[in-house]
């Protein structure tokens, strides 16, 4: 038997996907390209956790150990492979009320709700409905993104006083920042061009730190935040009483971190499939974050979600498997066991030079061009969502969206509505109706109809239209009720079978065609156009 080489055998593995997932050949070279992207990635974790962790006004490790657990549970069974999660700000400036009220054991157990609320929204497949965010409005939410993460690296830039005031920098401590972060950014764009061998941003974090740690460069560095040093996460129950007090206290907390937390996660995992070209895996990302969010809770973390800046850091790193998202989990916990004081010494300029590119390749450049194709509707989208996402939060800024573009759908439907008239030679008046007809075009449907001066016979014909909700069915028996009364013959045509069920009154009034489209009212015609109704 002929003992395969090292290379064979990787050359055979592949890393197991879950849905939504290719298997990718697991070869050495592909094993260093994930644990080196996981390195970049676990790099400027350290940061962004300690910053989110001080926003939430926690200990810094409670930012640390979220990004870890989180992290690592995300990469080994979430939806998409390559996405990072972690500790995020969305989550943590709903947190600051709830740790500044009533302390740190009752966000501890908010995670831990939180996280039982995504594993049921995963069970009842309530991620699927992410598909009913229109374009525009993601890409608002890049946009908005973009800037939110570009504005969160300008606090670098300040000094704390002897007060705890915070100043601008300004002089030469301005300047040696400003040149660090440049030659990051230079580095991160003109290393691939030259080789692919190391990932370019992992590049710039350990050139300009060796410049500065061999220079004895004065910048403000990763120590200057906090000490990340610490040991294991231990096994806590949260330390709260177990009443209904306490779930008056926390469940509108985790109802809000919940949603936001799916709702980054959902856009995030669809922003990564459009680069690596995969679908689905939402109901999966949905119980994955869950159990991350559960197990962090016990384990004295602040929860977290996907982070879309971190995922285009691994995504530019060249990570494409769950290794890459493993080895950023594991290699952060390292940091926190055996390499804080190594770790403490990277200049924090490198780590904004970094997140600069990552506002430089999220932000959609290419909006300000769609913006001048695309119905004006479309454009404020756009606008709205990214102002909204900066000035408030994700989540409001996507329901917004959401809100605003179906509206917009449904004013432009509504108005579609018209009817082709035409007099058979028998004297019969037919309305050939064209467009859909639901509740926004309700009143456009009977203002189309003429009753007191048609003729004795008259055919609505239903053929180009389709009958959506409730309003529909109801407008449609208004108008069969006025013809009645005028004691006027109405017939009714390519009404669907579901239509002939629900429909009343008028029921009488149909005639049954082998032709007769078939669907099923609201639940099929909402799938398709974003519109949700009920059966009548």
């Known amino acids: 038997m002929i003992r395969p080489t090292l290379a064979a055998f990787a050359d055979k593995i592949s890393l197991v996907g879950r849905r939504g997932d290719d298997p990718v050949p697991f070869t050495p070279s592909r094993i260093k390209t994930e644990l080196l992207s996981g390195l970049t990635v676990a790099l400027a974790l350290v940061p962004e956790a300690v910053a989110f962790a001080f926003v939430a006004g926690v200990h810094p490790l409670v930012g640390l150990y979220a990004a870890f657990i989180v992290g690592l549970i995300t990469a080994l069974i979430g939806g998409r492979a390559g996405m990072i999660s972690g500790a995020t700000g969305a989550l943590a400036v709903v947190m600051v009320a709830l740790v500044a009220i009533h302390g740190v054991e009752y966000l501890f157990a908010t995670v831990v709700l939180m996280g039982l609320l995504q594993i049921f929204s995963g069970i009842f497949r309530l991620g699927k409905f992410i598909r009913l965010v229109p374009h525009p409005v993601m890409l608002g939410f890049v946009n908005g993104l973009a800037i939110v993460i570009f504005m969160a690296q300008l606090t670098q830039f300040q000094v704390v006083g002897p007060e705890g005031t915070k100043t601008w920098m300004s002089g030469l401590p301005l300047l040696n920042m400003l040149g660090l972060v440049a030659l990051t950014m230079l580095i991160i764009w003109l290393l691939p061009k030259l080789t692919k061998a190391i990932p370019a941003p992992l590049a710039g974090i350990g050139i300009v730190a060796g410049i500065v740690i061999a220079f004895g460069i004065d910048v403000p560095r990763v120590g200057d935040l906090a000490s990340i040093k610490g040991g294991l996460p231990a096994f806590h129950i949260p330390a709260v009483p177990l009443n209904f007090e306490t779930l008056r206290i926390i469940f509108p907390f985790a109802m809000i971190l919940a949603a936001i937390g799916l709702i980054e996660s959902l856009l995030t995992l669809n922003l990564v499939g459009e680069i690596t070209g995969k679908r689905g895996g939402a109901s999966q990302e949905c119980v994955a974050q869950g159990i991350a969010n559960t197990v962090t809770g016990f384990f004295g973390g602040m929860g977290g979600c996907a982070m879309i800046g971190q995922s285009m850091i691994n995504m530019k790193s060249g990570g494409r498997t769950r290794l890459s998202g493993i080895a950023a989990a594991l290699f952060l916990l390292a940091f926190i066991l055996f390499a804080s004081g190594l770790i403490e010494q ?191």
């Not at 917009?408 to 050939?432: C, D, M, P």
């Not at 009977?446 to 959506?468: A, G, Q, Y």
Request: proline share 3%; aromatic share 8%.
């Open 346 to 536: 990277i200049p924090l300029a490198a780590l904004v030079g970094v997140m600069f590119m990552v506002v430089v390749g999220t932000f959609a450049w290419q909006s300000f061009k769609i913006m001048r194709r695309v119905p004006l509707s479309d454009s404020l989208v756009i606008v709205l969502v990214t102002v909204v996402t900066v000035v408030s939060d994700l989540a409001i800024a996507v329901i917004v969206g959401v809100i605003v573009s179906a509206l917009t759908f449904a004013w432009n439907n509504a108005t579609r509505i018209h009817a082709r008239k035409s007099l058979q030679e028998n004297g019969a008046k037919v309305y050939e109706i064209e467009g859909p007809l639901f509740f926004g075009s309700a009143d456009g449907f009977s203002e189309l109809f003429t009753p007191k001066e048609d003729p004795d016979v008259v055919i609505v014909d239903f053929l180009n239209s389709r009958v959506v909700d409730q309003s529909a069915l109801q407008a449609i028996e208004a108008m069969a009720s006025k013809y009645e009364a005028l004691d006027k013959s109405l017939q009714l045509r390519h009404l669907s079978h579901d239509c002939h069920q629900l429909l009343n009154r008028a029921g009488q009034l149909l005639v049954d065609s082998d032709d007769d489209p078939d669907y099923g009212i609201a639940v099929d015609y909402s799938v398709k156009t974003g519109i949700m109704g009920g059966h009548g």
